[in-house]
């Protein structure tokens, strides 16, 4: 049997499935997220070999910088199919990324400034790293702030997806930055992605895994209730949500 994906592009079809979904994202949500701390607290090393207890915000700090960046590049390629598209679906599911990539984005950085502190002795460094995330946090705000700042919501998305496309540049920044094989190229205090020359104890990577993936499924249902109550509000004057109000009354 086909399915005609085509219909959820409505917003009166995609709003019930959204509903439908967000239970399934937040039990896997509460599943990994428990079951990866518990992993990351009881069942690996008390320290490793240069850090004490403190190393364990890796199985925050990981997830939510993964997040800030995989969270920007949906928010783009939901603003350009809107653009390209014209769907109204497709700028609302941009709208409702931006907040919680965001707060991803906020809680690396904050994260991070703990972890720095403690590592290195500075709350922050201005490094080509730190830099970066922190102007990836500026473009999640500028893009909420041109949203709000424009009245008309068919101009404010457009305005905004611009934004959103001209800003994506700064996440392969971002990657290069951490990735960055040359110390010389890349001066910084912060730690590759590849810690240990890639010899991460095993309970570590799979306890940092899993939590990455607790916040990957809590993006889903954050978004998701976020993009169900801007339907409401863009769609408030339609038939299918009148009647949808009044059946709740």
Known sequence: ??????????????????????????????????????????????RLS?????????YIHVGAAWMSMWLYIMMAAWALAGLVLQTRLSFMIAKAIAPTGAIATFLALWTGAFWGET?????????????????????????????????????ADRAAALLALVGLVCVPIIFWSINCPDPNECAALHQTSNPGG?????????????????????????????VRNIILERERHTTWVKELLEKNK
Do not use: C, H
């Open 1 to 46: 049997m086909s399915i005609n994906w085509f219909k959820y592009s409505s917003p009166a079809t995609f709003y019930p499935l959204a509903g439908k979904m967000i239970p399934f994202f937040g039990w896997l949500t509460a599943i990994l997220m428990a079951g990866g701390l518990y992993w990351g607290f009881f069942e690996t090393p008390d």
């Open 198 to 226: 890639g010899n991460m104890e095993p309970n570590i990577l799979i306890a940092m895994l899993v939590t990455a993936l607790a916040f990957w499924m809590y993006s889903f249902v954050a978004i998701l209730m976020r």
């Open 119 to 155: 590592s290195w002795g500075t709350w922050w460094d201005w490094d080509p790293r730190m830099t970066s995330e922190l102007i990836l946090l500026f473009l999640y705000m500028g893009y909420m702030a041109l949203q709000s700042a424009i009245d008309d919501p068919r101009r």
């Open 50 to 58: 240069d850090q004490k207890e403190y190393y364990r915000i890796i």
